[in-house]
């Protein structure tokens, strides 16, 4: 089998990818001139290609070292010390090693405890704990990070807790509370308080005027301070999901232990005391059947007791005198159960008899039982003298551990005396049949429960014939019944106190099962707690790391049943054996409890008079490190005579029985069935066994097995399966070379043991999980061995490289799948890779250590290198065969041998390659399974290699030979073909393979020629490019190659790897297909852009060359942004992520912590910035808010129409409307004017994805170079410009603050999902994405593995993320949110700010300098209208200063607009709670002031825009502080004041006139703020506002628009179209005097048929106000679209109101207008609306259908209403209000402003005297009102309509009588009238109107009765007339009037007013009048009986007759009455009476 031949095989599988990479490779070593002329030409290579990476050795060669500056110095090469050795001392837990001391050990032996004694070998990386992959930055390390964070001041956190503002706080009046504080009153004293007030502080040089260069220099070194160096840690951890490169490092191989419980005995009482007792612990599995532990013997007697048993005690070991034991628990279940015998030394009897006298006397009968007592002990006594060696089995009990574990858990303890708790089952008895539901589960834990302490009270006599396990477990099973049948036996009562507890982490004064002293140990004299060995109840996976070797003998049972004499008595005794001969007993048998710790021999204890005894008993025995042929054990079986008689013997040998321990050289373990011989064995028979019939032996029961034992040991040495022994055995006797040698039953001799060999490698995959696994280590040491130093047999080297490989996989196959459930995230098995970290070293190759050096301590130390190797050797080693070390293990005999020694050595990663490579199908499979070990072994064995072989100092090319780096080529070749082919089929599997041999390339970048590696990572992603040509889904593909790429991004030189230090070198000649960029002109200067600093901004050929992984990163993000990239929001968020975790390193590295090294890195970033640019029409709009999105560019440079645009622009009017906001937007001029751009739509990025890449952006903005990128700035384009300033736009909506209170809302909610899907929903509320999209969105977001169920090792969809999905939040970690949160808004917005500088700075010269510095202007407008912090607008502020003074022309001369932003934005800082805020802000606004004035002597345009900004910011913001504005104010006259430049002029004056004026507005605008809650008083307010507006027409628009919106807000239509009438009436006047319009409305006049309250908007005379002033009536409503546009607000208002004849009135004004521009589209819908309207009024017309409102009359009364004292309204409420509704509206709203206890509501209507109330309540009356008309009016009023439309008079009665009472008698029985009439007529633009006069009349009590006659009349006759008639209503009716029962009806009125003629002349004419009443009712009455008669039914007749019969009654009654006549009424009427009828006689009361 030549190696030739092989390899050439190797060579036709790969031939292809091999060849081809070896082409590759050699021309970028030789540099040949064709690479130089390709690299050329690669400019235009396009993104999907790979470009060829520059030769990195050579380029590294061609560069002195020195050519970099400083710091810069470290980013050029790795450094010296990049690769050390480390020693780590292995672990011990105990204090001694516990390994054999014996000389003579066998290979085996030898080898095993080589292993469990040597250090870890670690090949270390230096710096690689900086790379991403091992310090991954996480939630926890950036919290760690953003300590010491400075709070950032913010103003919306401050306005949350008024008091918390550190300003400020010494104002007295903090939020100037009450009206009295600000009284409404002349202006003179309002100046007057504006003088009082203190002026912030002023800005020093504001004054001065300093040159802008000065003033910019100055304002960047303050940008410059404390800012913090790490934008990042600011930012929230990179996403865990997508974390492909972490790796953690393994943990060391460590002993494997379950939960530990801690058991302590703490006494043992029995009711007498008369001999020692004994105990055994150990914890039995009733469900698997099995004793899971070791014994543990324990000895609680007290020190009487133990004397009785001197004779026989040597003095006890203090090992054996432990108390407490540590179990451990690997599979804890609910089956547990801690089982404890008890046994007590042999006496004559049967168990029964023995337990007799404790089961009948108790410890109170002491004194009666005395005797007795003295009898048993006498006996006791002479027992333990003659048979103090023997025991026999006493009583036994049980504990279920599940129990204690659930109710330790619980907090209340059993109510036992001392908290101490009863045994498993009378505590069962206790509490019930719950416990047994738990006993169901598994989940079952003894880890974290409390510690209890048990008293177990009952114990259960041993029973003869059910001693065995089996019975046990019966009984166990049995317990857990509730009838247990144990419970009906009679208990033997004692008590045993134990503690059970979980075991503590490192218990002091503990004993290994070995007896070894673990640590600590602080005193030997301490007593010991034992560590008691598990038996685990199933397999456990894990390798021994420690030395162990122990047999467990369990005798069972024994049949002497047919053997003849005296055998009742029986006991076994055991020996181990060396010899034959008895004195060769081994003393290895360990001491139970209270004797020696090793003993010779050991007995079972005695089961009385019986001849087949069955054993309990466990004997554990140390075996010795070298087991012979020789080693048996001896069992000798014995009669025990309990009574003393003379003549016989203390115990008769009865027969003799063996096992010899080895057997084929393996240890003999496992069931035993042994004949028994009577005779003592012959010689010589320990090497056969007893199945041989010796000759002339007698055996008990004719040679049948009578005697059944069981041995199992504990090894680490001893595998205990077949395949293993062979295969070690095999190896050993190779390594000794001690031949012939007998195997099993055959003899090998040197020529049969290759096959042997190969059979036995092959057989390796069937031996059994648990030991392969537990001797993982010294297999996988072996097969290396077999690789490495190929065995010599016979003077021929025999290659076992093939077989050992493949045995190699599949133990990595079976390891794996042992330990399948404890894989790590990435598959990986930790036991493997900790193997390969800390175990696996090169055979031979023992890292020695200086000579003389002592032995490494415990810290690890770095090796140095072997001394001295013979150099000879080096000499005689040729190229072709490498070797590892020459020092080898054992001496060669000659010189030859050496030599052949060395020729067979191989290298182990050559090998592996070789092997890998040309391995068949089935083993590929198995190591592609698990290519991951494969590859780590092969680094680490290169990186022993190069270590040890001192090969670190040769340069990278000549480290490894040119065959294996072949071998390499095609192997990664081959897997990455494996990986491309298999992503359909096994996606799992793909996954890993291609992470392995990402991080394989990344490990060969720190020991191989970098170039080689590059050139095959390009092959592999040529690769996988054609594959994605065809890929029915490249999304898959495509994220793993993002994998991949992160993976090697992730090296810890991946800065150096990208050649950061050598400048771009631009192509000799451009060729025409350069980037876009660089072909256009570039918009500042004259000459083309600087190509090398373009490519250095683009992802152009040289830049992808040179930084080659930035490269291959930044190609990912660009591929994935495109727009047509598939499977899109998943690729966005992987390779966006990549790049953020890259940064977030970078951040955190603490090489890169300077700023010069910083911009050097920051450059491999750059293209990143014109990435984003171009995607900006993609990302997630932040700045999506009504009004706020001025986009400077995309609006021209993205075509955004139709439904591609998700998330297109608002439409600016309507963004107005919503907004309610006074600017007009106009046109937002955009500023690319470059050609408009194809449809990029494509796939929107969400939220997250487009923060994280904006923050990246700012990244790279804030690292590099301001020069560069200043250049960069000057090459580009205008469109280019315009989206650069974008994105810094959104940048700023990105990260804006949102506030604490915002946090707690989120908190608030019951779950948090990630920011992506508040994303969606936010979305989703802003209707950014239809339903559609939506799903489109789900269907392409699916992820690319299909939907495969067996993903469970797929990090992403497994493991929840703990830590950020933690739903509440504390409060501090609310407050550490909230203070990063705002760290992180300051700092992006600083940068941003530095950006737009550079930009300012760069485009100073350019000739398009107005539309850019319009659209920087616009970002900076953005930035201060944000929520920013005090730190940010101090220099927000700043900038903007400078830009203005730079460039006025920009304000002043372009479209008001930005100067309106600028105002708006400038007061609402002036009214910040922050000082420092106040003081910037007033400043910039008093030199923008000063600066308008100075271009024209005026300000009028900044005066206008003021005033009308703090109009706009009162209406609109609601936390806004007036006080404070009041301070700016003072402010900025004090600046006007103190400026010595402009004193001559008129400017301070004007100064003081605006100010004047806006401290007016503010005042009333403060009372405003009050009433935020009380609507009717807002609109009052906003309404006083407003016609404080009448002389400035826009502002009082404004207002009227604000109205109309919180009116429609409250749902009064009606009113908000009366506000929008307004405002059409006031355009109106103001058109009419600007032109004479025929079908123009003339002024208000027009409006008067709408409403009369229109006459207020007529114009204020002309002299006053000029229409055409500048800046006056500029608004687009000031036009006559602008009317006809509030006009059809106003008509939709009232269709909304149901006012529809309204409507017709609204559209006779509008329709000439619109005849007049010939509008017919409008003309037709507007006469389609009258239709509507007038079909609308004929379907409603008894209006019952549409009520109109409801009125009441509200009085206020108290010092409390300030301004409302003794103030009466008319409230209009909505229609159906009962008087109940608002007086609990009003009396709720207004107890919660006054507090409790202080509102009253006064119940009647009475007038209300204020001398009576208490000054310290406040008092409500509320009357209901209706509307009145006078008779003259009711002929207009006709429809319902009218008589609800256009309301002054309203009228309420209140009934009284003279002595106060409301209601009383008929004769005394009053009525007051009251009349009010309010200044204006509802429906007006407020819902209530001030009483403005009051009338009253007093109704005597006779006409009291005679408008009660009246009223009965009334409905009466409409009961009667109606149509259709309604029986029932008429008959109540009838009822009512004619019924004999009405108290206070008809007949009463009459006879109490008409009986008598009043004696006043004055009353007569009311006596005819109630006369007249009288009669006119009877008529109707009569009237409507026959009506009823009609109506009825024959049923009905009864009731109609009784009626009539009432009425006849009623009828004679009034007669006499109505018959007489008043005698004055004949004569002629005087004067006086006239004017009675003139209400003279009337009380009149006028307000």
Known sequence: MAAAERRAFAHKINRTVAAEVRKQVSRERSGSPHSSRRSSSSLGVPLTEVIEPLDFEDVLLS?????????????????????????????????????PEDGKLDAQVRAAVEMYTEDWLITHRRYQHLSAAYSPITAETQRERQKGLTRQVFEQDISGDERSGPEDSDDPRHSSGSPEDTPRSSGASSI???????????????????????????????????RPRALLALYPAPDEDEAVERCSRPEPPREHFGQRILVKCLSLKFEIEIEPIFGILALYDVREKKKISENFYFDLNSDSMKGLLRAHGTHPAISTLARSAIFSVTYPSPDIFLVIKLEKVLQQGDISECCEPYMVMKEVDTAKNKEKLEKLRLAAEQFCTRLGRYRMPFAWTAVHLANIVSSAGQPDRDSDSEGERRPAWTDRRRRGPQDRTNSGDDTCSFSGFRPATLTVTNFFKQEAERLSDEDLFKFLADMRRPSSLLRRLRPVTAQLKIDISPAPENPHFCLSPELLHVKPYPDPRGRPTKEILEFPAREVYAPHTSYRNLLYVYPHCLNFSSRQGSVRNLT???????????????????????????????????????????????????????????????????????????????????????????????????????????????????????????????????????????????????????????????????????????????VLSENTVEQELRASLAALRLASPEPLVAFSHHVLDKLVRLVVRPPIIGGQIVNLGRGAFEAMAHVVSLVHRSLEAAQDARGHCPLLAAYVHYAF??????????????????????????????????????????????????????????????????????????????????????????????????????????????????????????????????????????????????????????????????????????????????????????????????????????????????????????????????????????????????????????????????????????????????????????????????????????????????????????A????????????????????????????????????????????????????????????????????????????????????????????????????????????????????????????????????????????????????????????????????????????????????????????????????????SVTHWRQTSDRVDKTKDEMEHEALVEGNLATETSLVVLDTLEIIVQTVMLSEARESILGAVLKVVLYSLGSAQSALFLQHGLATQRALVSKFPELLFEEDTELCADLCLRLLRHCGSRVSTIRTHASASLYLLMRQNFEIGNNFARVKMQVTMSLSSLVGTTQSFSEEHLRRSLKTILTYAEEDVGLRDSTFAEQVQDLMFNLHMILTDTVKMKEHQEDPEMLIDLMYRIARGYQGSPDLRLTWLQNMAGKHAELGNHAEAAQCMVHAAALVAEYLALLEDSRYLPVGCVSFQNISSNVLEESAISDDILSPDEEGFCSGKHFTELGLVGLLEQAAAYFTMGGLYEAVNEVY???????????????????????????????????????????????????????????????????????????????????????????????????????????????????????????????????????????????????PFTPDGRAHGELPEQHKRKTLLSTDHAFPYIKTRIRVCHREETVLTPVEVAIEDMQKKTRELAFATEQDPPDAKMLQMVLQGSVGPTVNQGPLEVAQVFLAEIPEDPKLFRHHNKLRLCFKDFCKKCEDALRKNKALIGPDQKEYHRELERNYARLREALQPLLTQRLPQLLAPTTAGLRNSLNRASFRKADL
């Open 1708 to 1854: 006779k004004t509008l329709i000439p207008i619109l005849e007049a521009h010939r509008d017919y589209k409008k003309l037709a819908a507007v006469h389609g609306k009258l239709q509507e309207a007038f079909t609308k009024i004929m379907h409603q017309s008894s209006g019952w259908e549409r009520v109109f409102g409801t009125y009441f009359r509200v009085g206020f009364y108290g010092a409390r209403f300030g301004d409302l004292d003794e103030q009466e309204f008319v409230y209009k409420e909505p229609s159906i209000t009962k008087l109940a509704e608002i007086s609990h509206r009003l009396e709720e709203f207004y107890t919660e402003r006054f507090g409790e206890d202080v509102v009253e509501i006064v119940k009647d209507s009475n007038p209300v005297d204020k001398t009576k109330l208490d000054p310290q309540k406040a008092y409500i009356q509320i009357t209901y009102v209706e509307p009145h008309f006078d008779t003259y009016e009711l002929k207009d009023r006709v429809t319902y309509f009218d008589r609800n439309y256009g309301l002054r008079t309203f009228l309420f009665c209140t």
């Open 572 to 746: 076994v005794r055991v020996q181990y054996m060396a010899g034959e001969d008895p004195s060769q007993a081994l003393p290895v048998i360990f001491g139970k409890s209270s004797c020696s710790e090793f003993a010779r021999e050991a007995f079972t204890p005695v089961v009385y008079h019986n001849k087949s005894p069955e054993f309990y008993e466990e004997f554990k025995l140390r075996l010795p490190a070298c087991v012979t042929e020789n080693h048996h054990l001896l069992f000798t079986f014995y009669h025990v005579s309990c009574q003393p008689r003379p003549g016989t013997a203390l115990e008769t040998p009865v027969g003799f029985t063996w096992i010899p321990l080895l057997q084929h050289g393996r240890l003999r373990t496992g069931p035993f069935c042994l004949p028994v011989s009577v005779d003592q064995p012959p010689p010589s028979y320990s090497v056969l066994t007893p199945d041989v019939a010796l000759p002339g032996m007698r055996w008990v029961d004719g040679h049948k097995g009578v005697f059944s034992v069981e041995l199992t040991a504990v090894s680490s040495v001893h595998p205990q399966d077949p395949h293993l022994d062979k295969f070690f055995t095999l190896v050993h006797v190779l390594e000794e070379g001690a031949f012939p040698f007998r195997l099993k039953d055959t």
């Open 1156 to 1355: 010069s090294v910083k911009a050097r890195v920051a450059e491999l970033y750059l293209p990143l910035l014109s990435l984003a640019r171009d995607t900006l029409p993609r990302l997630h709009d932040f700045a999506e808010g009504p009004g706020q999105r001025s986009r400077l560019a995309s609006m021209l440079d993205s075509d955004t129409e139709g439904e591609g645009d998700i998330g297109g622009t608002i439409n600016p009017s309507v963004a107005m409307a919503i907004a309610g906001g006074p600017l007009a937007p106009g046109s937002r001029a955009s500023i690319s004017q470059g050609p408009v751009a194809a449809s990029r739509s494509g796939y929107p990025l969400s939220a997250e994805s487009s923060r994280t890449l904006l923050v990246c952006v700012l990244w790279v903005l804030k690292n590099a170079e301001p020069a560069l990128l200043q250049r960069w700035a000057a090459d580009l384009a205008l469109p280019q410009l315009g989206r650069l300033l974008d994105l810094l736009y959104l940048c700023l909506a990105a990260f804006e603050y949102k506030g604490k209170k915002a946090f707690e809302r989120i908190n608030s909610l019951t779950f948090k999902k990630s920011l992506d899907m508040k994303a969606r929903l936010e979305e989703a509320i802003l209707g950014t994405i239809g339903a559609r999209q939506e799903m489109v969105r789900r269907s392409r977001e699916r992820s690319p593995f299909g939907n495969q169920e067996n993903v469970r090792w797929r990090k």
């Open 192 to 226: 007057f308080d504006l003088r009082n007030l203190a002026a912030d502080s002023l800005l020093p040089s504001l004054l001065e005027r300093t040159a802008p260069e000065d003033v910019d220099r100055r304002n960047e070194a303050a940008r410059r301070q404390h």
């Open 63 to 99: 560069r002195p070292p020195d050519a970099e500056p400083g710091p810069l110095r470290d980013l050029a090469e790795f450094p010296a010390d990049d690769l050390e050795l480390l020693l780590q001392p292995r672990e011990c837990r105990t204090t001694e090693p516990g390994i």
């Open 841 to 1154: 070293r090169l055979p031979g190759t023992e890292p020695s250590l200086p000579s003389g050096a002592p032995p490494v301590a415990v810290q690890p130390a770095t090796l140095a290198r072997g001394p001295g190797r013979p150099a000879s050797l080096y000499l005689a080693r040729s190229k072709s065969i490498s070797s590892s070390n020459p020092d080898l293990a054992v001496t060669p005999g000659s010189v030859d041998d050496e030599v052949s020694r060395i020729l067979a050595s191989k290298l182990l990663h050559e090998e592996l390659a070789l092997q890998w490579v040309v391995s068949g199908s089935a083993v590929r499979e198995a190591v592609l399974q698990h290519a991951w070990f494969f590859f780590q072994l092969m680094v680490k064995s290169m990186a022993l290699h190069l270590l040890l072989g001192q090969r670190l100092d040769t340069p990278r090319k000549l480290r490894f030979p040119g065959r294996f780096l072949d071998d390499i080529a095609a192997l990664v070749g081959s897997v990455g073909l494996e990986v491309i082919t298999r992503v359909y089929k096994d996606a799992e599997l793909a996954e890993r393979l291609n992470a392995s041999l990402a991080f394989f390339l990344s490990d060969l970048l720190s020991l191989v020629d970098r170039g080689f590696i590059f050139s095959l990572v390009r092959a592999h992603y040529k690769q996988v490019s054609a594959r994605l040509q065809s890929a029915p889904n490249p999304a898959l593909l495509l994220t793993l190659r993002m994998d991949f790429t992160r993976i090697l991004c992730s090296h810890e030189h991946y800065v150096t790897l990208n050649l950061p230090c050598c400048p771009l070198s631009p192509p000799a000649s451009p060729s025409p297909s350069v980037s876009s960029t660089t072909s256009q002109s570039s918009t500042f200067s004259s000459q083309a852009p600087d190509p090398k600093v373009t490519s250095m901004f683009e992802l152009s050929g040289p830049f992808r060359q040179q930084h080659f992984l930035a490269g291959l990163l930044l190609t990912e993000l660009a591929l994935a942004l495109e727009p047509e990239a598939e499977g899109a929001s998943l690729l966005h968020k992987k390779a966006i992520s990549a790049v953020h975790s890259l940064l977030c390193s970078h951040d955190a590295d603490p090489r890169y912590a300077e």
